[in-house]
């Protein structure tokens, strides 16, 4: 079974500038989940699809992030313009069930860098 | 606000002794628990799992116990391999919905 699969592993931008990040979850998962990974710190969830509705996005900060989940499938997670903060691992999951509890399958994350 | 903690960053333990890590969490409403495991450069891997209706879990090495009262949870890894040397993050929810994760604490078994 293909893991789930995200691109690019690295992006180094400056500051102002945009970026884009693509995640293809396992097949027929039905939960996305994007996470924001700051050095030091736990996965922080920024937001969570159903199919390609969104389920959670409270903790996305909404005037610079953007993501999108068309058909249901693969999703991207846009950043514009980016901050120095922003630098962190962007891990995409995604889990089989959506409303139970059940554990969720993690891509290998894009570290993004921004000077 | 950390809802989910892990105070210990790192844990050093020796190859076939016993690891034991803890997290503890301050929503009381958090009723499902997960361990995840990561090595360096991937993304986390599920560990194991415990919802609030049990207090033992327990998958060949790895156990993990919740604690209601205490608000606590920890994963007990017996006996501890060098293979298992990584981040262990514990994560909370409710209900399934977002999940919380802690810091996580890096463990390495020595051989």
């Known amino acids: 079974e293909a893991g789930v699969a995200q691109s690019p592993r690295y992006k180094i931008i400056e500051k102002r500038q945009s970026v884009a990040f693509w995640c293809n979850p396992i097949?027929?998962?039905?939960?996305l989940y994007w996470y924001q990974q700051i050095l030091g710190q736990g996965p922080k969830l920024l937001i969570q699809?159903?199919?390609?509705?969104?389920?959670?996005d409270s903790q996305l900060p909404k005037d610079r992030f953007s993501a999108e989940r068309l058909k249901g499938v693969d999703s991207t997670l846009k950043i514009q313009p980016a901050k120095l903060e922003d630098s962190a691992v962007y891990l995409c999951?995604?889990?089989?069930?959506?409303?139970?509890?059940?554990?969720?399958?993690f891509g290998q994350g894009t570290r993004l860098t921004v000077v | 606000d950390q809802q989910v903690k892990q105070n210990s960053p790192s844990l050093s333990v020796q190859e076939g002794r016993i690891s034991i890590l803890n997290c503890d969490y301050t929503?009381?409403?958090?009723?499902?628990f997960l361990w995840y495991k990561k090595y360096p450069a991937e993304g986390p891997t599920f560990l194991i799992s415990?919802?609030?209706?049990?207090d033992k879990n327990e998958d060949g090495r790895f156990t993990v116990f919740l604690n209601k009262s205490a608000k606590h949870l920890s994963l007990h890894i017996v006996p501890s391999q060098p293979g298992d040397s990584a981040v262990y993050f514990c994560?909370?929810?409710?209900?399934?919905?977002?999940?919380?994760f802690g810091t996580g604490t890096s463990l390495t078994v020595i051989p």
């Open positions: 699809f159903q199919n390609n509705g969104v389920v959670d």
């Open positions: 415990i919802s609030s209706i049990k």
């Open positions: 994560a909370a929810s409710h209900t399934g919905n977002q999940f919380y």
């Open positions: 999951a995604s889990s089989l069930y959506g409303a139970v509890s059940t554990e969720a399958f």
């Open positions: 097949s027929g998962h039905a939960t």
């Open positions: 929503n009381s409403m958090f009723d499902y």
